[in-house]
């Protein structure tokens, strides 16, 4: 029997380390991508208003090294107070968000645009073979029919945002400490509650809460000294709230996976596993039953299974040629009649572009793709959309127009050029003065991953950063596999992020940043 024990212990520790090693290894590739990331290139930096940036940032960086005692001191001082003010950085948070959604306003490009125009009747839901391709969008499109206002859904974007950034708070508290807390939502406000992406009404931003809530409730469940009334309403609220993330955007829920997988290491019965698993199953079922049920009984799109996109179809474009979407890929998969055929010439064309890679070759197609992946800070901000929807472009204001006022005032044309992409007509990341936004975007991001990579480093074993880290590890599996190759798809993960990264920065700063005055 002692044997026996030893043996698994040392099974697990090799399987921690793993762990550890592997998350080491992809947050120094993600942190290596994000530095060399087009966003600091020197087409951007000769540029006319790149180049005043490239020179200020120069000046910053000798200035710095020359005063670096100085500057940690400073530094230290800038994160208490604003650790200290969370709710008035918050507030300032909010004010930035309105102002944007007052001047510069605007239906994105790509899925949104026909989800949104659905939505609005403006295209027959019936007819628009869309929805029956991708049925995981079904949700999106009735929380949108129901809204019926893309100022309202965009006010209701934000709501999701910031709430997701205040649940950041809780959860880290939680699960580390005060401290941690306050480097989270600090990042999280940081990286995303500047940033335009409330603008587009999208699944990537709509399932923050869910995912949050999710974490949030696993953490409740996993506390010892709550009550055993507290701790199932915690397991079931898990379980609901998830659900709802999965119907919204199915890879979101990679955290839930992560948080049972290190469970079923940790636990030494497998019963108390199970009972749990069962609880939090009951949870979901909660939404996904009568979610269901209505679906198949509703009468806005009338789903054909034979036509319905199988999971097949994403791992033949995550081997494609930049292992993202594209039309030949979608055709091929809409030419098959059956759900069976279409998954038979998936995983054919899978087999045939393996083979052709190679052992090898498909090693370093992973690696390329795992950089384009991850290495934009603005999350691939305008590297979506084509044609005449484009992105965020000013073509799509026209349903705006009745909506701000302020949208063609001069001050809203001077933001729009710092957000939108068409400015010169080129498409992406080619706004008038776009690159500003993601040259700054693109230096929070790096401080992010920094963060996390100091996560790897510290408290082997410990199941709360260990959830985190397989959760993180989960989801960049699932984008090297299947579809990817865009940053965007990064977002649906940030509570986690966010935490890893503030916990990254309390272990190796300890207390002294944000003790109280």
């Keep these: 029997m002692i044997k026996n024990s030893k043996k698994i212990i040392t099974k697990k520790n090799f399987l921690y380390e793993a762990l550890f090693v592997v998350a080491f290894l992809l947050s120094s590739f993600w942190l290596f991508s994000a530095i060399r990331s087009e966003n600091f290139s020197l087409e951007q930096i000769y540029s006319k208003n790149g180049a005043y940036i490239f ?39 909010v004010l930035f968000q309105i102002v944007t959604l007052l001047f510069a306003s605007g239906l994105s490009g790509y899925d949104v645009y026909g989800v949104y125009h659905a939505a609005m009747g403006d295209i027959n839901s019936q007819k628009w073979t869309y929805l029956q391709n991708y049925p995981n969008n079904f949700l999106l499109f009735l929380f949108m029919r129901v809204v019926h206002s893309l100022t309202l859904l965009q006010i209701l974007n934000i709501i999701a945002i910031d709430f997701s950034i205040a649940m950041s708070y809780f959860t880290a508290k939680h699960l580390f400490d005060k401290q941690t807390a306050r480097y989270s939502i600090l990042l999280f406000i940081a990286t995303l509650g500047f940033s335009p992406w409330f603008l587009n009404t999208y699944s990537d931003t709509f ?90 009984n509703q009468n806005y799109v009338q789903f054909d299974k034979n036509k319905a996109f199988p999971m097949t179809h994403f791992l033949m474009l995550g081997i494609s040629k930049n292992g993202m979407y594209n039309v030949p890929d979608v055709r091929l998969t809409r030419s098959a009649k059956t759900a069976k055929e279409k998954k038979e010439v998936n995983i054919e064309v899978f087999k045939q572009r393996l083979k052709e890679l190679g052992t090898l070759g498909y090693v370093k197609f992973l690696y390329g793709k795992y950089c384009k992946t991850v290495r934009d800070g603005a999350y691939a901000w305008g590297a979506d959309g084509a044609g005449k929807t484009g992105f965020l472009v000013t073509p799509n204001l026209n349903p705006s127009e009745k909506l701000s006022p302020f949208i063609h005032s001069n001050f809203g044309k001077f933001l729009r050029s710092f957000i939108y992409t068409d400015s010169n007509g080129k498409g992406y990341a080619n706004g008038k003065n776009t690159f500003f936004y993601r040259f700054f975007a693109q230096i929070i991001y790096i401080i992010m991953i920094f963060g996390i990579l100091l996560s790897t480093l510290k408290s082997k074993y410990d199941f709360k950063v260990m959830w985190l880290l397989l959760s993180m590890i989960g989801l960049m599996l699932f984008l090297l596999l299947f579809e990817g190759g865009r940053s965007r798809y990064l977002i649906q993960a940030l509570p986690v992020f966010v935490i890893l990264a503030a916990y990254g920065y309390h272990s190796k700063f300890a207390s002294q940043d944000l003790k109280n005055g």
């Design 55 to 93: 020179i200020l940032s120069l000046i910053a960086l000798i200035v710095s090294y020359l005063n670096r005692d100085k500057l940690k001191g400073w530094l230290s001082s800038v994160i208490r107070f604003l650790g200290n003010n969370i709710v008035a950085v918050f507030g300032i948070m």
């Design 207 to 296: 399932v923050l809460p869910f995912v949050s809530l999710g974490i949030f409730f696993l953490t409740q469940w996993s506390q010892d000294n709550i009550s055993a009334h507290y701790r199932l309403i915690s397991l079931l609220s898990a379980g609901f709230f998830s659900s709802i993330a999965y119907y919204l955007k199915p890879s979101a829920i990679i955290f839930v996976i992560a948080y049972f997988l290190i469970s079923m290491l940790k636990l030494r019965k497998l019963k108390p596993f199970f009972i749990s698993f069962l609880v939090f199953i009951i949870g979901a079922l909660v939404f996904a039953m009568p979610f269901t049920l209505y679906k198949n």
